[in-house]
């Protein structure tokens, strides 16, 4: 059975997305199909607080249809309370092309109509609510494949692995940083660095120690200009054996009141 995992993340906007999974091979009777694989879905979609598109602006709520067979009172997931930069936890899914649209939380005006994609067996995976509402680029769902680095038993690791998903619509391709107390100028962290809009680095080990402090810090790749930090007590938010994904949320310059500016965000992802 695929593993429920912890969020992190700070503030709120709402929507509700639904999915509807086609399933090749099932018929109106027999028994339900086991989901083969899992998701959860991040919210960096920027811009949900406009007055009149969301009447509960402090929560999320995710609603996913497997139409496992005719029905779709069988296998019906829900994801409650996603904040804008956080993600819910890892929910069972079935693979097969799914289906999906979202809306408001508390309104009925789509936000994303009818965008398909696969869901390949076996997977973990980030369906990525982003874009900008009421702007451009216009909102999408960015699924991304999760594969999870192995760590050894024995030994106990040292090391956690970290990876940088770049989802701010106005940003150049960034860098991430970190400095520790014993490094205060900060060095690039190999593999992760030049990561442009809507894409993904791979996972990069951090070295973990418990008695240090870990400072990233966010830089544009072609400049080196410093574009946001963030302090981390290594130990405590970073744990050695753990996966983890730093989000780079917001707009770097923010049109208005209502669009999310620039912003770092550390979810555990395994």
Not at 12 to 23: K, N, Q, T
Not at 118 to 138: D, E, F, M
Not at 207 to 232: P, Q, W
């Amino acid at each position: 059975m695929p593993s429920t995992r912890p969020n992190w993340g700070i503030v709120a906007i709402g929507f509700i997305v639904c999915l509807l999974p086609e399933i090749a091979g099932c018929g109106t009777s027999g028994s339900q199909p086991i989901p083969s694989s899992e998701a959860r879905v991040v919210n960096a979609l920027v811009g949900v607080s406009y007055p009149g598109t969301n009447t509960n602006p402090d929560a999320v709520n995710v609603t996913t249809i497997a139409a496992a067979q005719q029905t779709v009172v069988n296998g019906n997931l829900s994801f409650a309370d996603i904040p804008f930069g956080a993600a819910s936890t890892y929910m069972p899914a079935y693979s097969g092309v799914t289906t999906i649209s979202v809306v408001p939380s508390g309104g009925n005006i789509p936000l994303i109509s009818g965008q398909q994609f696969t869901i390949p067996a076996n997977t973990a995976q980030t369906l990525i609510l982003v874009g900008v509402l009421k702007g451009t680029p216009a909102p999408q769902i960015v699924p991304l494949t999760d594969t999870f680095p192995t760590f050894p038993s024995s030994p106990a690791p040292t090391t956690a692995a970290l990876r940088i998903v770049n989802l701010s619509p106005d940003s150049p391709p960034l860098d991430l940083y970190a400095s520790t107390t014993a490094n205060a100028a900060g060095m690039p962290i190999a593999g992760l660095t030049n990561i442009t809009y809507l894409n993904a680095s791979n996972y990069a080990p951090v070295s973990i120690s418990s008695s240090s402090t870990l400072t990233l810090t966010v830089h544009n790749s072609t400049t080196g200009a410093l574009i946001a930090s963030n302090t981390l007590k290594l130990g405590a938010i970073l744990t050695a054996g753990h996966s983890y994904t730093a989000l780079l949320i917001g707009m770097m310059n923010p049109l208005n009141i209502h669009q999310e500016a620039f912003d770092v965000r550390i979810l555990l992802d395994n």
